[in-house]
């Protein structure tokens, strides 16, 4: 039996609802966006958790809660088209998966045994795993990244018997363990992120609170430490923005609380905070115990983006906020969300957001058109290949 996440549609003592009439709540997110096409990861039960987007922004890969990886490609028009390529079903859950910054064609996905599986999408198969075995059992992993020049491979584990929680290096095109980090975190390491254009530095967020950014070009961990934050509750969720004003690097993370900050690397100064509660109140709804934070991106422009949502009747509401002057303004209102999203993507090429999520769908959406009619249920049925349902998934709050 496949792990069945519970769902994160929790019980409120007031059912959610919009904190504003129709009319203003158009008034605030002017930009109302339709799916352009939606298709369901399997007839069985499942939870979409993992999205990468390749180079090109032609393939896309999808980690699920059945521990199956799975290929699609994206057609001109958005029609979302699955790939034959057979991938093995894996024996643990899959912990995140990836592209490769320079080659559509080479894809990464990451277990919580202790592999990082390197696929070949030209010969259809699994080339090459990545795993420490260097004190015995391997590491349970926990996610991974690769860094902007494809050259490094850091994955991240719980915290094993010994009590120390590591970060892993591999060189992947001599396909070898280079060493690894333990003194810089004393829990479960959540979310590695390298820096989008920086191959060395890398930022690491974890259970204990601590965001911490490295010069992996050092020769030693102490050495490649550069800055720590602390947040004072587990992570999430992290990425590298841009300060539009200054050019200088930001840091955004998404708690377990679903809570928001952002940081200026640099000065290491908290840019801003903001609070379940906060959020609720920025995407015009009532329930905060409902909002679902599901993370930062960039936009095409640089402009920072936060996706959120409800987690009232299955996801009914997903909207997105723009950044601007140490606040969140509303943005656009995602029409006829059917699932609690876990997982996103954005595709510049295409101006389209790609989400999965708790009732197994996969949706693509066009960010750049507009709609003031919302879309019928009968255009979204002729969209909607499969049909899935799901079952229930916690999230630590």
Not at 254 to 279: A, C, H, M
Not at 302 to 310: E, H, I, K, R
């Amino acid at each position: 039996m496949f792990d069945d996440p519970q769902s994160s549609d929790e019980e409120s003592p007031v059912p959610d609802a919009d904190s504003c009439d129709p009319q203003q709540l158009q008034s605030h997110f002017k930009s109302s966006v339709r799916s352009r096409s939606e298709v369901a990861i399997s007839l069985k039960r499942t939870c979409g958790l993992h999205l990468s987007l390749s180079s090109d922004s032609r393939k896309l890969a999808v980690g699920s809660s059945r521990k199956e990886l799975q290929l699609y490609q994206l057609a001109e028009n958005g029609d979302l088209l699955v790939e034959s390529t057979d991938f093995d079903k894996f024996k643990s859950p899959i912990r995140g998966v990836r592209f490769f910054n320079g080659d559509p064609n080479l894809l990464m996905a990451c277990t919580e045994e202790g592999v990082v599986s390197l696929y070949d999408l030209r010969l259809g198969k699994s080339v090459f795993g990545f795993e420490d075995g260097s004190e015995g059992p391997r590491k349970t992993m926990t996610t991974f990244d690769v860094n902007q020049n494809d050259r490094v491979l850091c994955a991240s584990t719980e915290v094993q018997k010994g009590g120390d929680s590591f970060l892993l290096f591999f060189d992947i095109r001599e396909r070898k363990f280079l060493g690894s980090y333990w003194e810089c975190h004393s829990e479960d390491i959540t979310n590695v992120r390298f820096h989008p254009s920086n191959p060395d530095l890398l930022v690491s967020g974890s259970v204990d609170g601590l965001i911490n950014v490295f010069d992996i070009s050092q020769p030693t961990e102490d050495d490649a430490m550069q800055y720590c934050f602390n947040v004072d509750t587990a992570i999430e969720s992290l990425n590298w923005h841009r300060n539009p004003g200054t050019g200088k690097d930001w840091v955004s993370c998404v708690t377990t609380t679903n809570g928001f900050q952002l940081y200026d690397v640099e000065s290491q100064d908290p840019e801003v905070e903001f609070d379940r509660e906060k959020i609720t109140e920025f995407i015009c709804r009532k329930s905060s115990i409902d909002c679902n934070v599901v993370g930062a991106y960039n936009e095409g422009d640089g402009a920072l983006t936060l996706l959120a949502g409800s987690n009232y009747n299955k996801g009914e509401c997903l909207r997105s906020l723009r950044y601007s002057d140490k606040s969140f303004q509303p943005f656009q209102n995602f029409l006829h969300n059917k699932q609690i999203v876990r997982a996103s993507v954005y595709s510049e090429k295409e101006n389209a957001l790609i989400t999965t999520g708790e009732s197994g769908l996969i949706t693509v959406w066009s960010c750049g058109q507009d709609t003031e009619q919302e879309t019928t249920e009968g255009s979204i049925a002729n969209k909607l290949k499969q049909k899935a349902t799901i079952g229930k998934r916690a999230k630590p709050y």
